[in-house]
């Protein structure tokens, strides 16, 4: 009886330990606040009657269709590395006032518009990634930006944004100080983890002639005062540059077994014709 009963605790340690897992990264860059407006990412995003997968259709929304949050339900659905709630939302359509559930995995973590257009950005997918470090895959996300003139997508990219623990906290910017030649504007979305030695990611995004232009991702880790690796990139108007260049810069920091910092540090120049770039 005693194996029984040890195993059976194990058990309910694990369900209740993988619903606060969960429950967590559902709180992340997926938790949406009652009473405020939010955008569709995923086209064609199934209404349902109750917070469920096998619930009713009652109707499919397209991306970039506004809805208004009413309710987060405690319901959690899992999908790939993507977990989140379910939410209880209005949205108007043909003159109507409708209502239903949706996924929160299926709405945008961030929206701008900027210049007559609507940029949406969201956490799409997981696919298994083949490891270079060991014999396996594991579970890659990806996210995409999405530029939009009304309901009629123009463009869009995708980009890798790690495991599931790096999707804690998300931004989405638009950023008109990098005067790159014939670039519009910049976007910039982020995700980043919690803890100490959990990655962000931050990609930059240009927009020109309609179209969306990603530069090389950006990585950022730290694990308290012993080690940590930033990345970024100067851009002309960030120290009086020109603007057909802009600059990778690279700093990692390491303590040894007696406490003393070694510092890696690299650097990339970019050149920028106006519609392209290439390393230097």
Known sequence: MKPFLTALFLCVIQFFSAQEEDSEYA??????EDNK?????TDYTRVRQSPDVNSQILDSLKT???ILILKKEEKILKLGERRANWYKVSYQ???KNMEGFIWGGNLAIGYRNKNGYDFLFGVTKTLHKKSPDFDGSFPQNYASVKAMEGNLLIDEISFETGLGESLSYGTFTTESNHKLK???????AMVSGEACGIPSFEQYVLFKDKKLIALPQLMNVGDA???????KFIFPNDKGGIADVFVFKMEEMEKDEKDREKYKRASKTY???GNSYRLK
């Open 27 to 32: 709180n992340g860059v997926f938790h949406f």
């Open 37 to 41: 407006t939010q955008k569709i990412f």
């Open 64 to 66: 970039n269709q506004q």
């Open 93 to 95: 359509k043909d003159k």
């Open 182 to 188: 014939n670039v519009e504007f910049t976007l910039k």
């Open 225 to 231: 005062d012993v080690y940590y690796h930033s990345e």
């Open 271 to 273: 050149l920028w014709n």
